[in-house]
């Protein structure tokens, strides 16, 4: 039995803490907007004061690592081969050159015209001789494919007068290499005969990190061939380093002796390679000199220091009165740092609002408020009475605001010297006219424009008034302001009744009445439905009659911009809704109550309270219900049901009931309304 109780008290505790996690996550969510998945974008503005001197002081007491010497700097050319290499060209399809030389395995295609046409096709043997009929063995193996044409011509037309022979390139042969040393697949690659290094190295993956591109040596019979340096390729695209290979040489990448990196405003910030001493200048160079924005007054080194660590050097070179970036030779591992300029603009002034080209101008000696504002540039719908100017101080940054007239400008009765940082804003003298509109069961519906303290009976008179088969006490008034300020109740009260309703399943669970906690999560569902349906935001309950007693008195709403006035076609039933034996609409009598009408709906149901039950005023009013109240058509008579949930126990008797009965009674006031 205590093995029993223990287990049940983990589970209810587990299950209140699961609740109390999701009460916390409810009550965070609300409090703040929600994020997106994307991490939240960089801020625009600068760093605090103080956030680079920590900065620096923790990176100058970190160990330095290897991978987070070149923070984050890419490898100058390693994007070269970032791409998988595609398939190679059909050997038969692969373009050559004149200076393609042929070697075993090619095919040459020989068309002869003469008395027949004939084509040949000659393929090299081991020995890199063709047969020519007629003729015999020819040895075309070193030729260029250039050579091996005008030799063929010259023996066919030692037995075939006034032939007209034309020479091209077949099938060309396979050849295999060794790509070795640095690579990210070494061993045996198989390229057509056209192949250069570029093409073997591309084959073979590239170099990989430890791997050079200014030391790529081309090993033919034990002897290095070549010798190739990528940079001017990546940097210029010079490719006479790029030599042919032949069957069996050795593509040998080696190792990188050293590395320097430059960051900051440069056109092309990277870490470079160096095969011996490089001068500042030669750094540059390889990262496309410095941009507009450089401040080449101080260039920060950071240089390995001989005893151990890196050390800091500034390096002027602006303006011929530094140091030569010839001179200063950089070693392993330093890295350039060229800074932005820092100055800021001051000579300028600013011109926004309703001007015709708002934005920054340039402050000329002896500007003045006129130089700035002139007829020109302002809009027609500027305000000539109204502007306002700004100033900051240079010393204390202090900024002063003062209004002016930019009539008086114009005419010159008021102007005054401009400073660096001055800012002029134009306000609009036009006012956009509001509008008001009027639908349903009006002489002219339709969209009106009102004037400033108009009310609703002026707007019903200029549009001919009420027709005779409108009626005023069903009429919707509709307002935007009002609209938005019930969406804002309907959201903060949801949030409010599901925390509290949270707050009770999590005591419900801690005391181990999940049946109540169950009906308690049922409630708070229910509620936020109900809120969600309500579809009459903005509507104004207005007390109108047909007598007109309303007008010019506090009834008579003074109009806003956007108002909707709806005037219906004057109703003919009496809506009874909730907990009545048969409910639904019934046709209106005269003189006839809220009993009347229940009792031609059948009477209550079993589970009907009328004591919270209410009259829904065709007006939109409510009303708690009496048995003796009036009842005209286009009412609604709304019966509440007891809120009385199975198994739920006195701590939800107080708020969770009353939840649920402002739920139900919200569901069917909303029926009775649409």
Do not use: C
Request: aromatic share 4%; proline share 6%.
């Amino acid at each position: 039995m205590s093995r029993r109780l223990r287990a049940f008290d983990a589970r209810r505790a587990a299950l209140a803490g699961v609740l109390a996690a999701a009460l916390m996550g409810a009550i965070v969510a609300r409090a703040e907007p929600a994020s997106p998945t994307a991490p939240p974008a960089e801020p625009d503005h600068p760093a605090l004061p103080g956030q680079q001197a920590d900065r620096d002081l923790r990176q100058s007491m970190a160990t330095p690592a290897p991978e987070e010497r070149w923070r984050g700097l890419p490898l100058f050319g390693r994007d070269l081969f970032s791409v998988e290499p595609t398939a190679q060209a059909p050997l038969e399809n692969a373009p050559v050159g004149p200076d393609y030389v042929l070697g075993p395995g090619d095919n040459l295609l020989v068309f002869v015209s003469s008395w027949s046409d004939t084509t040949l096709t000659l393929t090299l043997d081991r020995d890199g001789q063709v047969f020519l009929p007629r003729i015999g063995s020819t040895s075309l193996w070193g030729l260029s494919f250039a050579d091996a044409d005008r030799l063929i011509r010259a023996r066919l037309a030692t037995v075939l007068r006034n032939a007209r022979v034309q020479v091209s390139m077949g099938r060309m042969r396979a050849l295999e290499v060794f790509v070795l040393g640095s690579v990210h697949k070494p061993g045996k690659v198989t390229l057509a005969g056209s192949a250069t290094v570029l093409n073997a190295l591309v084959a073979a993956g590239g170099p990989d990190t430890l791997g050079s591109l200014r030391d790529i040596r081309v090993l033919r019979a034990d002897r290095e061939v070549a010798r190739l340096d990528l940079y001017p390729f990546l940097t210029a695209g010079d490719r006479h380093q790029d030599v042919r290979l032949q069957t069996g040489d050795v593509v040998f990448v080696a190792l990188t002796r050293a590395r320097v990196g430059i960051q900051g405003d440069v056109v092309r910030p990277g870490v470079y390679e160096s095969l011996g001493p490089m001068s500042l200048r030669e750094l540059l160079r390889l990262a496309g000199g410095p941009t507009p924005l450089a401040d080449l007054e101080r260039v920060s080194v950071e240089r390995v220091d001989a005893n151990g660590g890196f050390r800091l050097q500034d390096v002027p070179l602006d303006h011929g009165h530094g140091v030569d970036p010839d001179s200063l030779l950089l070693s392993n591992l330093d890295l350039v740092t060229v800074l932005p300029l820092a100055e800021r603009m001051r000579n300028l002034v600013t011109l926004d609002g309703f001007v015709r080209h708002p934005g920054q101008y340039e402050l000329s000696p002896g500007m003045k408020l006129s130089d700035l504002i002139r007829g020109d540039r302002l809009l027609p719908e500027a305000d000539l009475i109204h502007a306002e100017f700004r100033r900051v101080d240079l010393h204390d940054f202090k900024t002063q605001v003062r209004p002016f007239s930019p009539s008086r400008v114009l005419s010159g009765q008021e102007d005054w010297p401009l400073q660096p940082l001055d800012a002029v804003t134009v306000f609009s003298s036009a006012r956009l006219p509001w509008t008001v509109t009027l639908q349903g069961e009006v002489t002219r519906p339709g969209v009106y424009t009102v004037a400033p303290g108009e009310r609703l009976s002026d707007l019903l008179e200029r549009a001919g008034g009420v027709t005779a088969r409108g009626s005023l006490r069903a009429a919707v008034f509709r307002r935007r302001s009002a609209a938005r300020d019930q969406r804002t109740f309907t959201r903060e009260l949801e949030e409010r009744q599901r925390i509290e309703l949270l707050r009770q399943q999590m005591s419900l669970l801690a005391a181990g009445d999940t049946l109540q906690a169950s009906a308690a999560a049922k409630v708070e569902n229910e509620l936020v439905d109900r809120l969600g349906q309500q579809s009459e935001l903005g509507r104004v309950v207005l007390e109108l009659d047909a007598e007109g007693k309303w007008r010019k008195t506090a009834r008579d709403p003074v109009l806003e911009d956007g108002d909707e006035f709806n005037v219906p076609v004057a109703p003919a039933t009496v809506a009874v809704l909730g907990n009545v034996m048969n409910p639904g609409t019934l046709i209106a009598r005269r003189n006839s109550d809220a009993r009347d009408y229940l009792r031609r709906a059948g009477g209550l149901a079993r589970e009907a309270d009328l004591g919270k039950s209410y009259l829904v005023r065709a007006s939109g009013e409510a009303e708690r219900y009496r048995a003796g109240s009036r009842v005209e058509a286009g009412d609604a008579i709304v019966v509440v049901p007891r809120a009385r949930e199975p198994g739920v126990g006195r701590s939800l008797a107080g708020g969770t009931r009353f939840l649920l009965e402002m739920a139900v009674s919200a569901s069917v006031i909303i029926a009775a309304l649409k």
